[in-house]
C-alpha cells in the first residue's frame, strides 16, 4: 500500500467515477453502468502502478462505451 499523494488522488478520482457511474445505472436500471461502476471502485485495490491504473481506467471505459455502442 502506497500512501503517496498523488496515488491516493488518483484512486479516488477512480473511485469516484465508479461511484457516480454505478448510482446512474442504478437509478436508470442500466446494467452496464453499474457492472462498470463496481469494477472502476474495485478495481484500484489490485494495481499496483499508476500507469496500469491509466491503462485498467482506459480499457474499462472503452469496454463501457463498446457496449453501450452495441445497444446495451
Known amino acids: 500500500m502506497s ?3 498523488g496515488w491516493i ?3 479516488l478520482l477512480v473511485g469516484g467515477v465508479g ?3 454505478f448510482t446512474y445505472g442504478r437509478k436508470q436500471l442500466r446494467i452496464p453502468q453499474m457492472v462498470a461502476g463496481v469494477l472502476f471502485m474495485v478495481y484500484p485495490f489490485f494495481v499496483t502502478s499508476s500507469v496500469g491504473l491509466v491503462v485498467a481506467g482506459i480499457v474499462l471505459g472503452g469496454g463501457l462505451w ?3 455502442r452495441m445497444g446495451w
Do not use: Q
Open 66 to 68: 463498446l457496449v453501450i
Open 19 to 21: 461511484f457516480m457511474l
Open 3 to 5: 500512501f503517496d499523494p
Open 9 to 11: 488522488m488518483l484512486e
